[in-house]
C-alpha cells in the first residue's frame, strides 16, 4: 500500500503546498499586505531549531540514555528568559545596520572587517554541514524504513550504494533546488524572504502536530496513559533506568544547557528566523513566551514515545531513532506512519532550507563577494547589472552547500546517531558567542581578538570533534582518537593535554571555549581598535542610547556623486528598488535628487547601508568607497576630529566667559547708569544751587537799584550805602560766575594752566596779604608757621594762589566768632610739600569730610553766616589739586576747628590726563 | 509599578533561578524512583519548572515592555522600501 | 490802624531792602534772619502779613510755614514765601504747605509790592 511512489508522490505535493504558501505569502508582501507580520507565525518560524534531531534524534536519544535529550530545549529557553538584554538588543542592532546574515554581523562589529566575514563564513559552512548531513540522513532513513512496510526493519546500512541511486543525495538535490526557489528568486534590499518564513512556520506546525499525532496514539493508543506507560516501563529493569538521571551525566548536561544556549542565537539559520527575518521588534514580546512554549509542548512525548519503542522492540533490533516511524507501522497505522513521515520531513526541509539560504547569504556577502571585487582584474566595481551574478553565487552556493552537507553523510554519516552529528555542529555554532556577546556588550572588544578567538575555537573544535567523527568512520586511522597523532598521547582529542574524566563533547567545548574566549579577550585588551572599530563598537554596544535606528557610522568623509551612488544601487539591488529607496530616501528628507549633484555623507551612508542589505556590510563598504572618493576615516582624522571637538568646547568655554563678562558688563553699565542717573540728579541739584545762587546776589542788586530808581528823594548817604551794596553784590555775582566757569574747565579738561617751577613760599605770603583784608575785617589772629625751606614746584602759580587763598576766606568764614584763630602752615613731608590753614571754628562732622569738596555741597549743609561764599571755592580747590598731582583733605575735631591741608609732590609731572 | 531597571533585574533573577533549577545539583534531588500522578518525578519536576518559567517570561515581556515605555522601532516595509 | 509785616531771610542784602521797602509802604517791619527766630517773633507779636524766605540756616521757610498753619491762632497771617530756586516744585511745596502766595527771587519790587498790598489791603484792590 504504501509503494515507493506514494510516499514519493506524498511527498512532492507536500513540498508543492509548502511552495505555494510561500509563493502566496510572498504575492501579497509585494503586493504590501504582509501575512507574517503577526508574533504567532514569527514564532513558530524561530521552531525552525526542532529539526529531524527533535523529531527522530530526541526519541533515539531518550531511547538511550533517558531524559537528558531535554537539556537542547532548555538550554533556549533560558536564552529567551534574558531575551531583554540579548535578542532585542542583537535584533535593533541588526535593523539598524541593515545586518543580514551571522557572519555580516560579526563583521560589522568588528569594524566591517572582511577577513572576520570570511572566517565566520568559512566556520559556518564547516560546522553546519554535520546538521545538514544530519537531516539528509533522516530524511533517507526514514524513506527507506518507511518503505520497508509493513515490515519494521531498518535497512543495513548498505556499504556505499553509488551516489545516484542513494536517497540521501536525490533528498539532497530536491531540498538544494526548494531551497534555491524560496530563497533566491530575486534579490532583496532588506533580505526578507516572506515566503519562506510563511512556509517555515506552516511546517513547525505540521511538524508538531504529527510528533503530537504519534505521541498521543503511543501513550493513549498503544498504553493507556501516562501512569500506564510509566509503570510498564518502571517495571522492565532494562528500560527503568531511563526514568532517573545517573550521575555520571551530569556534567553532559551542563554541557548540553550551555551548547543550546549559545546554539539558539548563534547557529546561522536561528539567526536568520530570529533576527533577520523579523519585521517587527514588538513580535519578540510573544515570541519570547511562545517558542520555548512549542519547545515544551513538542518534547512531552519524547520520553513515552522512545520508552514505548524501547518496549516494543525489546531486542534493540529497530534503531531508536526511527522510533517516531516505526512504532506506527508496528501497529499497522499506515497513514499516522505516512503523516509522522511527513512531520519528520518537514522538520528536516525546514532546517535545511533555512540553513542553506542563511550560508548562501553569507557565502555570496562575506566571501565571495568581497573576493570578487578585490580581485581588480575583473572590474567587478566597473561592471553593470550586478544582481544576476549575485543571484548565481548564491543559487551556486546552496547547492553547493546541500552536496557537501552529502559528502559528509555519504562519508561519515552512518556511524553516529543524529543527535551526535548535531551536537557537533552546536559546538561549531557556539563558537560565535564569545565574539557577538562580547561585540554587544563590550566596546573593548577588537578585531583581532575576535580573529583570534575564533580561529583558536574553530581549531579546537575541528580537532577535538571534526577529526574525530573522520576517524570513526575510518577516513582517519583509529589510533588517532586512542593514542593521538603519531601516537603522542597529550595530542588525544578527547584527552586533549590530558584532561579526562569528561565526555567527549564536554571535553570539546572546555577546551574550545577557552581558546576562543582566553584569545578574544587577551587580544582585544592588546590590540588597538582602528577608527572604524572603535565608530562600530560604540554603535553596537550603545546601540539603545541611539536615538533612532539610523545607524551606521557617520564619520564617512569624501565626496561621491548622486549618479554614481544611484548606479551602484541600481547594479545590485535592481532598478525598481533602486529608484523606490532613493525616492523613499529623497522624499523623507524633502531633496529633490535629480538636483542634487553632489552626494552628502548622508546619502552615502544610506547607499552603504541599501547595499549592505543585499551583499553584506564589509562588501557594501569595498563598493561604496570605489565611488566615494574619500575614504574611511583614519586614525588621524578621527583624532582630527576629536580635536574640533575640543575646539568647539574651547570655543564654548570662551562664549561662556565672554557671556559672563557680558554680564559683568552689564553690571557695570547698569552701575554706571545708577552713577549717571545720580550725576542727573547732582546736575540738577547744582542747576538749582547754581539758580539759587546767581538769584541771591541779582536779587539785592535788582531790589537796591529799584529802590533807587523808585526814590530818587533818598537821602546820600542812604543813597550810597545801597550803591555800595549793588557792587558788592555785583562783584559777589562776578566771582561766582568766574568760579563756575573754571570748575566747568577744569572738569571738561580745558582749562588753561600755565606751569612753572615756582616758590610756594611767595606764592603763600601773597595769597597771605591778598587776604589781609579780609582778616583784618574779621579781626581774625593768623598764626604762620613756614619750614625754613621749601621745595619749589612745578605748578599754575595763580592757580595755587587760588587754592591758598580759597582756603583762608573758608578759615576766615567758619572760625570762632570772637576769638578768630587762622593758622596756616607749610613744610616738607615724603608727599611732597604740604601746606595746610587751620581754623577754630566748629569743625566738620565726620560724615561731611569727604562732601564738602562737592559742588556747593556746603551750601546745603551749614550756611550760617556765609559772606562772599559761594560753595565752589573748595570743589575747585580739589580739581586744581588734584591736577598738580596731589590731594586735599581736611582733619577736624568737632568743636576744635577744622584743618584743611594738601600736598603737591615734588618732581613730579602735572596729570595728563586733564592737560589738553 | 514597574521601573525600566527592574525589567532586567527580573529577566537576571529568572534567569539564575531557572539555570539553577535545571541543572544539577538541584536537578539530582528530583533523580528519584518515584512516580507521581503516574508521572517519572523528575519528569514532572522539570516540566513543571519549564511551563513556570515560561509563564514568567510572558508576563515579565508585556509588562516589561511597556514598563520601558519604549516603543520599538517601526517594522520596516513601508519606509524607505515600498516593498521588499 | 497799621499793618504789620515780618520779613525773614538769612542774606543781610535783601532783608535789608525788603525792610526798606515795607517801611516805604509806612507798615510796621520786623525782621529776622533765620526760622527759629522768625517764629520767636511771631510768638512776640503776630504779624498780619509774612515775607518768608525758603532757603535758610537752621529752620527754612517751609517749615516756618508749616509751622504757622499748624496753629490755630495763626490761620490768618498771610504768607508770601520767597525764593531763589526757580523750580515749580518749589512753588507746589510752598502752597501746599500753606503759603498764600510765592515771589521768586530777583523779583520786582513793584509787582513785590502790589502783591503786599493786595493781600493786606484787599479792599483797596484796583483789580
Not at chain 1, 512525548?301 to 514505548?308: D, H, K, S, T, W
Not at chain 1, 570762632?816 to 613731608?829: C, D, I, P, Y
Not at chain 2, 524607505?80 to 521588499?84: L, S
Given at each position: 500500500?504504501?509503494?515507493?511512489?506514494?510516499?514519493?508522490?506524498?511527498?512532492?505535493?507536500?513540498?508543492?503546498?509548502?511552495?505555494?504558501?510561500?509563493?502566496?505569502?510572498?504575492?501579497?508582501?509585494?503586493?504590501?499586505?504582509?501575512?507574517?507580520?503577526?508574533?504567532?507565525?514569527?514564532?513558530?518560524?524561530?521552531?525552525?531549531?526542532?529539526?529531524s534531531w527533535t523529531?527522530?534524534?530526541?526519541v533515539?536519544?531518550?531511547?538511550?540514555?533517558?531524559i537528558?535529550?531535554l537539556?537542547?530545549?532548555?538550554?533556549?529557553?533560558?536564552?529567551?528568559?534574558?531575551?531583554?538584554?540579548?535578542?532585542?538588543?542583537?535584533?535593533?542592532?541588526?535593523?539598524?545596520?541593515?545586518?543580514?546574515?551571522?557572519?555580516?554581523?560579526?563583521?560589522?562589529?568588528?569594524?566591517?572587517?572582511?577577513?572576520?566575514?570570511?572566517?565566520?563564513?568559512?566556520?559556518a559552512?564547516?560546522?553546519?554541514?554535520?546538521?545538514?548531513?544530519?537531516q539528509?540522513?533522516?530524511?533517507?532513513?526514514?524513506?527507506?524504513?518507511?518503505l520497508?512496510?509493513?515490515?519494521?526493519i531498518?535497512?543495513?546500512?548498505?556499504?556505499?550504494?553509488?551516489?545516484?541511486?542513494?536517497?540521501?543525495?536525490?533528498?539532497?538535490?530536491?531540498m538544494?533546488?526548494?531551497?534555491?526557489?524560496?530563497?533566491?528568486?530575486h534579490?532583496?534590499?532588506?533580505?526578507?524572504?516572506?515566503?519562506?518564513?510563511?512556509?517555515?512556520?506552516?511546517?513547525?506546525?505540521?511538524?508538531?502536530?504529527?510528533?503530537?499525532?504519534?505521541?498521543?496514539?503511543?501513550?493513549?493508543?498503544?498504553?493507556?496513559?501516562?501512569?500506564?506507560?510509566?509503570?510498564?516501563?518502571?517495571?522492565t529493569?532494562?528500560?527503568?533506568?531511563?526514568l532517573?538521571?545517573?550521575?555520571?551525566?551530569?556534567?553532559?548536561?551542563m554541557?548540553?544547557?550551555?551548547?543550546?544556549?549559545?546554539?539558539?542565537?548563534?547557529?546561522?539559520?536561528?539567526?536568520?528566523?530570529?533576527?533577520?527575518?523579523?519585521v517587527?521588534?514588538?513580535?519578540?514580546?510573544?515570541?519570547?513566551?511562545?517558542?520555548?512554549?512549542?519547545?515544551?509542548?513538542?518534547?512531552i512525548?519524547?520520553?513515552?514515545?522512545?520508552?514505548?519503542g524501547?518496549?516494543?522492540?525489546?531486542?534493540?533490533?529497530?534503531?531508536?531513532?526511527?522510533?517516531?516511524?516505526t512504532?506506527?507501522?508496528?501497529?499497522?497505522?499506515e497513514?499516522?506512519?505516512?503523516?509522522?513521515?511527513?512531520?519528520?520531513?518537514?522538520?528536516?526541509?525546514?532546517?535545511?532550507i533555512?540553513?542553506?539560504?542563511?550560508l548562501?547569504?553569507?557565502?555570496s556577502?562575506?566571501?565571495?563577494?568581497?573576493?570578487?571585487?578585490?580581485?581588480?582584474?575583473?572590474?567587478l566595481?566597473?561592471?553593470?547589472?550586478?544582481?544576476?551574478?549575485?543571484l548565481?553565487?548564491?543559487?551556486?552556493?546552496?547547492?553547493l552547500?546541500?552536496?557537501?552537507?552529502?559528502?559528509?553523510?555519504?562519508?561519515?554519516?552512518?556511524?553516529?546517531?543524529?543527535v551526535?552529528?548535531?551536537?557537533?555542529?552546536?559546538?561549531?555554532?557556539?563558537?560565535?558567542?564569545?565574539?557577538?556577546?562580547?561585540?554587544?556588550?563590550?566596546?573593548?572588544?577588537?578585531?583581532?581578538?575576535?580573529?583570534?578567538?575564533?580561529?583558536?575555537?574553530?581549531?579546537?573544535?575541528?580537532?577535538?570533534?571534526?577529526l574525530?567523527?573522520?576517524?570513526?568512520?575510518?577516513?582517519l586511522?583509529?589510533?588517532?582518537?586512542?593514542?593521538?597523532?603519531?601516537?603522542?598521547?597529550?595530542?588525544?582529542?578527547?584527552?586533549?593535554?590530558?584532561?579526562?574524566?569528561?565526555?567527549?563533547?564536554?571535553?570539546?567545548?572546555?577546551?574550545?571555549?577557552?581558546?576562543?574566549?582566553?584569545?578574544?579577550?587577551?587580544?582585544?585588551l592588546?590590540?588597538?581598535?582602528?577608527?572604524?572599530?572603535?565608530?562600530?563598537?560604540?554603535?553596537f554596544?550603545?546601540?539603545?542610547?541611539?536615538?533612532?535606528?539610523?545607524?551606521?557610522?557617520?564619520?564617512?568623509?569624501?565626496?561621491?556623486?548622486?549618479?554614481?551612488?544611484?548606479?551602484?544601487?541600481?547594479?545590485?539591488v535592481?532598478?525598481?528598488?533602486?529608484?523606490?529607496?532613493?525616492?523613499?530616501?529623497?522624499?523623507?528628507?524633502?531633496?529633490?535628487?535629480?538636483?542634487?549633484?553632489?552626494?552628502?555623507?548622508?546619502?552615502?551612508?544610506?547607499?552603504?547601508?541599501?547595499?549592505?542589505g543585499?551583499?553584506?556590510?564589509?562588501?557594501?563598504?569595498?563598493?561604496?568607497?570605489?565611488?566615494?572618493?574619500?575614504?574611511?576615516?583614519?586614525?588621524?582624522?578621527?583624532?582630527?576630529?576629536?580635536?574640533?571637538?575640543?575646539?568647539?568646547?574651547?570655543?564654548?568655554?570662551?562664549?561662556?566667559?565672554?557671556?559672563?563678562?557680558?554680564?559683568?558688563?552689564?553690571?557695570?553699565?547698569r552701575?554706571?547708569?545708577?552713577?549717571?542717573?545720580?550725576?542727573?540728579?547732582?546736575?540738577?541739584?547744582?542747576l538749582?544751587?547754581?539758580?539759587?545762587?546767581?538769584?541771591?546776589?541779582?536779587?539785592?542788586?535788582?531790589?537796591?537799584?529799584?529802590?533807587?530808581?523808585?526814590?530818587p528823594?533818598?537821602?546820600?548817604?542812604?543813597?550810597?550805602?545801597?550803591?555800595?551794596?549793588?557792587?558788592?553784590?555785583?562783584?559777589?555775582?562776578?566771582?561766582?560766575?568766574?568760579?563756575i566757569?573754571d570748575?566747568?574747565?577744569?572738569?571738561?579738561?580745558?582749562?588753561?594752566?600755565?606751569?612753572?617751577?615756582?616758590?610756594?613760599?611767595?606764592?603763600?605770603?601773597?595769597?597771605?596779604?591778598?587776604s589781609?583784608?579780609?582778616?583784618?575785617?574779621?579781626?581774625?589772629?593768623?598764626?604762620?608757621?613756614?619750614?625754613g625751606?621749601?621745595?619749589?614746584?612745578?605748578?599754575?602759580?595763580?592757580?595755587?594762589?587760588?587754592?591758598?587763598?580759597?582756603?583762608?576766606?573758608?578759615?576766615?568764614?567758619?572760625c570762632?566768632?570772637?576769638?578768630?584763630?587762622?593758622?596756616?602752615?607749610?613744610?616738607?613731608?615724603?608727599?611732597?610739600l604740604?601746606?595746610?590753614?587751620?581754623?577754630?571754628?566748629?569743625?566738620?562732622?565726620?560724615?561731611?569730610?569727604?562732601?564738602?569738596?562737592?559742588?556747593?555741597?556746603?551750601?546745603?549743609?551749614?550756611?550760617?553766616?556765609?559772606?562772599?561764599?559761594?560753595?565752589?571755592?573748595?570743589?575747585?580747590?580739589?580739581?586744581?589739586?588734584?591736577?598738580?598731582?596731589?590731594?586735599?583733605?581736611?582733619e577736624?575735631?568737632?568743636?576744635?576747628?577744622?584743618?584743611?591741608?594738601?600736598?603737591?609732590?615734588?618732581?613730579?609731572?602735572?596729570?595728563?590726563?586733564?592737560?589738553? | 509599578?514597574?521601573?525600566?531597571?527592574?525589567?532586567g533585574?527580573?529577566?537576571?533573577a529568572?534567569?539564575?533561578?531557572?539555570?539553577?533549577?535545571?541543572?544539577?545539583?538541584?536537578?539530582?534531588?528530583?533523580?528519584?524512583?518515584?512516580?507521581?500522578?503516574?508521572?517519572?518525578?523528575?519528569?514532572?519536576?522539570?516540566?513543571?519548572?519549564?511551563?513556570?518559567?515560561?509563564?514568567?517570561?510572558?508576563?515579565?515581556?508585556?509588562?516589561g515592555?511597556?514598563?520601558a515605555?519604549?516603543e520599538?522601532?517601526?517594522?520596516?516595509g513601508?519606509g524607505?522600501?515600498?516593498?521588499? | 490802624?497799621t499793618?504789620?509785616?515780618?520779613?525773614?531771610?538769612?542774606?543781610?542784602?535783601?532783608?535789608?531792602?525788603?525792610?526798606?521797602?515795607?517801611?516805604?509802604?509806612?507798615?510796621?517791619?520786623?525782621?529776622?534772619?533765620?526760622?527759629?527766630?522768625?517764629?520767636?517773633?511771631?510768638?512776640?507779636?503776630?504779624?498780619?502779613?509774612?515775607?518768608?524766605?525758603?532757603?535758610?540756616?537752621?529752620?527754612?521757610?517751609?517749615?516756618?510755614?508749616?509751622?504757622?498753619?499748624?496753629?490755630?491762632?495763626?490761620?490768618?497771617?498771610?504768607?508770601?514765601?520767597?525764593t531763589?530756586?526757580?523750580?515749580?516744585?518749589?512753588?507746589?511745596?510752598?502752597?501746599?504747605?500753606?503759603?498764600?502766595?510765592?515771589?521768586?527771587?530777583?523779583?520786582?519790587t513793584r509787582?513785590?509790592?502790589?502783591?503786599?498790598?493786595?493781600?493786606?489791603?484787599?479792599?483797596?484792590?484796583?483789580?
Open positions: 500500500m504504501l509503494s515507493g511512489w506514494s510516499i514519493l508522490l506524498t511527498s512532492l505535493a507536500y513540498l508543492c503546498l509548502l511552495f505555494a504558501i510561500a509563493y502566496y505569502v510572498d504575492k501579497r508582501a509585494d503586493a504590501g499586505r504582509s501575512v507574517i507580520a503577526n508574533p504567532y507565525i514569527y514564532a513558530l518560524s524561530i521552531a525552525v531549531y526542532c529539526t523529531f527522530y534524534g530526541s533515539g536519544r531518550a531511547a538511550s540514555s533517558g537528558d535529550f537539556p537542547i530545549y532548555l538550554g533556549p529557553t533560558l536564552t529567551f528568559v534574558v531575551w531583554w538584554f540579548v535578542l532585542r538588543k542583537i535584533i535593533r542592532i541588526s535593523k539598524a545596520h541593515r545586518i543580514t546574515s551571522i557572519a555580516d554581523f560579526i563583521s560589522s562589529r568588528y569594524g566591517k572587517s572582511t577577513q572576520l566575514g570570511v572566517l565566520v563564513t568559512v566556520i559552512v564547516v560546522g553546519i554541514m554535520p546538521y545538514i548531513s544530519l539528509l540522513k533522516a530524511v533517507s532513513t526514514s524513506f527507506n524504513v518507511l520497508q512496510y509493513p515490515e519494521v531498518t535497512p543495513h546500512p548498505s556499504g556505499r550504494v553509488p551516489v545516484l541511486q542513494d536517497t540521501a543525495f536525490l533528498v539532497a538535490l530536491v538544494a533546488a526548494f531551497a534555491i526557489l524560496f530563497g533566491t528568486r534579490i532583496d534590499a532588506s533580505e526578507h524572504h516572506e515566503g519562506m518564513v510563511a512556509a517555515i512556520a506552516f511546517e513547525s506546525l505540521v511538524k508538531l502536530i504529527a510528533f503530537l499525532a504519534v505521541g498521543l496514539f503511543v501513550t493513549f493508543g498503544l498504553y493507556d496513559g501516562f501512569a500506564d506507560l510509566f509503570t510498564t516501563a518502571r517495571a529493569p532494562e528500560v527503568a533506568n531511563l532517573t538521571l545517573s550521575g555520571a551525566s551530569y556534567g553532559q548536561w554541557t548540553l544547557t550551555l551548547l543550546s544556549m549559545a546554539a539558539i542565537v548563534c547557529l546561522p539559520r536561528q539567526f536568520q528566523v530570529t533576527v533577520v527575518e523579523n517587527n521588534e514588538a513580535h519578540l514580546e510573544k515570541a519570547v513566551w511562545l517558542f520555548p512554549l512549542y519547545l515544551l509542548i513538542i518534547n512525548f519524547v520520553l513515552p514515545i522512545a520508552l514505548g524501547r518496549l516494543a522492540f525489546p531486542g534493540g533490533g529497530v534503531d531508536a531513532d526511527t522510533f517516531v516511524l512504532l506506527p507501522m508496528f501497529d499497522q497505522q497513514f499516522l506512519a505516512l503523516f509522522a513521515f511527513i512531520g519528520g520531513l518537514s522538520a528536516a526541509t525546514g532546517m535545511v533555512v540553513a542553506a539560504i542563511a548562501s547569504t553569507m557565502v556577502n562575506d566571501l565571495v563577494m568581497p573576493v570578487l571585487l578585490r580581485l581588480t582584474w575583473l572590474r566595481t566597473e561592471r553593470g547589472d550586478l544582481t544576476v551574478l549575485l548565481f553565487i548564491r543559487r551556486a552556493s546552496i547547492i552547500i546541500l552536496l557537501l552537507g552529502y559528502a559528509y553523510f555519504h562519508l561519515i554519516g552512518e556511524s553516529d546517531a543524529l551526535t552529528i548535531g551536537l557537533v555542529s552546536f559546538a561549531a555554532a557556539a563558537q560565535f558567542a564569545p565574539a557577538i556577546i562580547g561585540g554587544i556588550f563590550w566596546k573593548a572588544g577588537t578585531r583581532r581578538g575576535a580573529v583570534t578567538g575564533l580561529s583558536l575555537g574553530f581549531a579546537v573544535w575541528a580537532y577535538t570533534l571534526l574525530p567523527s573522520f576517524a570513526r568512520s575510518g577516513w586511522p583509529i589510533e588517532f582518537i586512542d593514542a593521538g597523532p603519531l601516537g603522542m598521547g597529550l595530542l588525544k582529542p578527547h584527552e586533549l593535554f590530558g584532561l579526562q574524566g569528561m565526555d567527549s563533547l564536554s571535553h570539546a567545548l572546555f577546551w574550545s571555549m577557552l581558546v576562543n574566549i582566553g584569545g578574544y579577550v587577551a587580544l582585544s592588546r590590540s588597538h581598535q582602528s577608527a572604524i572599530e572603535r565608530i562600530q563598537a560604540a554603535l554596544v550603545d546601540v539603545f542610547r541611539q536615538s533612532s535606528a539610523q545607524g551606521g557610522s557617520r564619520f564617512w568623509r569624501g565626496s561621491a556623486t548622486v549618479a554614481d551612488l544611484r548606479a551602484l544601487i541600481v547594479r545590485f535592481g532598478k525598481s528598488t533602486a529608484e523606490r529607496a532613493l525616492g523613499g530616501y529623497a522624499r523623507a528628507r524633502g531633496l529633490n535628487l535629480a538636483k542634487l549633484r553632489q552626494a552628502d555623507a548622508d546619502l552615502v551612508n544610506f547607499t552603504e547601508r541599501l547595499l549592505a543585499a551583499i553584506g556590510a564589509a562588501s557594501a563598504r569595498v563598493m561604496v568607497a570605489s565611488v566615494a572618493k574619500g575614504e574611511v576615516v583614519g586614525i588621524e582624522e578621527v583624532m582630527k576630529i576629536l580635536e574640533e571637538t575640543s575646539q568647539v568646547i574651547e570655543y564654548s568655554h570662551t562664549l561662556e566667559q565672554k557671556s559672563r563678562e557680558l554680564e559683568a558688563t552689564t553690571a557695570e553699565l552701575a554706571a547708569n545708577e552713577r549717571l542717573k545720580e550725576l542727573d540728579r547732582l546736575k540738577d541739584d547744582f538749582s544751587t547754581v539758580s539759587h545762587e546767581l538769584r541771591t546776589p541779582l536779587t539785592s542788586i535788582r531790589s537796591f537799584s529799584e529802590i533807587l530808581f523808585d526814590n528823594d533818598l537821602d546820600t548817604e542812604e543813597r550810597s550805602r545801597f550803591l555800595t551794596i549793588i557792587v558788592k553784590e555785583s562783584e559777589r555775582l562776578t566771582r561766582l560766575i568766574n568760579q566757569l570748575l566747568a574747565k577744569m572738569e571738561a579738561g580745558r582749562m588753561e594752566w600755565e606751569l612753572d617751577d615756582i616758590d610756594p613760599r611767595a606764592v603763600i605770603d601773597e595769597a597771605l596779604a591778598v589781609s583784608g579780609l582778616l583784618a575785617e574779621k579781626s581774625v589772629r593768623l598764626e604762620v608757621k613756614l619750614d625751606h621749601l621745595p619749589r614746584v612745578h605748578v599754575d602759580r595763580d592757580r595755587l594762589m587760588q587754592v591758598i587763598v580759597n582756603l583762608l576766606s573758608n578759615a576766615v568764614k567758619f570762632h566768632e570772637a576769638h578768630g584763630l587762622v593758622v596756616v602752615s607749610a613744610e616738607t613731608r615724603d608727599e611732597g604740604y601746606v595746610s590753614v587751620a581754623d577754630n571754628g566748629p569743625g566738620v562732622a565726620p560724615e561731611n569730610r569727604r562732601m564738602i569738596f562737592e559742588k556747593f555741597q556746603q551750601a546745603n549743609e551749614a550756611l550760617t553766616d556765609r559772606p562772599g561764599g559761594s560753595g565752589l571755592g573748595l570743589a575747585i580747590s580739589r580739581q586744581i589739586v588734584e591736577y598738580f598731582g596731589g590731594r586735599i583733605w581736611v577736624s575735631v568737632p568743636g576744635h576747628g577744622a584743618k584743611f591741608a594738601f600736598t603737591i609732590p615734588l618732581e613730579r609731572a602735572p596729570v595728563a590726563q586733564s592737560a589738553e | 509599578m514597574y521601573r525600566p531597571g527592574l525589567v533585574e527580573r529577566a537576571i529568572l534567569f539564575l533561578l531557572a539555570f539553577l533549577a535545571f541543572n544539577p545539583p538541584l536537578l539530582s534531588i528530583f533523580s528519584a524512583d518515584v512516580i507521581l500522578f503516574g508521572v517519572p518525578l523528575l519528569y514532572f519536576y522539570l516540566f513543571c519548572v519549564w511551563a513556570g518559567t515560561i509563564a514568567l517570561i510572558g508576563l515579565h515581556a508585556v509588562s515592555t511597556r514598563a515605555g519604549e520599538p522601532p517601526a517594522p520596516p513601508g524607505e522600501f515600498g516593498g521588499p | 490802624m499793618h504789620s509785616v515780618l520779613v525773614v531771610d538769612d542774606e543781610p542784602h535783601i532783608l535789608h531792602s525788603l525792610e526798606f521797602l515795607m517801611k516805604h509802604e509806612n507798615y510796621d517791619v520786623r525782621v529776622a534772619r533765620d526760622g527759629e527766630a522768625a517764629l520767636t517773633a511771631i510768638e512776640e507779636k503776630r504779624p498780619d502779613l509774612i515775607l518768608l524766605d525758603v532757603m535758610m540756616p537752621k529752620r527754612d521757610g517751609y517749615s516756618v510755614c508749616q509751622t504757622i498753619r499748624a496753629n490755630p491762632e495763626w490761620q490768618d497771617i498771610r504768607v508770601i514765601m520767597l531763589a530756586k526757580g523750580r515749580d516744585i518749589e512753588r507746589e511745596k510752598g502752597l501746599a504747605l500753606g503759603a498764600d502766595d510765592y515771589i521768586t527771587k530777583p523779583f520786582s509787582d513785590l509790592l502790589k502783591l503786599v498790598r493786595h493781600y493786606l489791603e484787599p479792599d483797596e484792590d484796583p483789580a
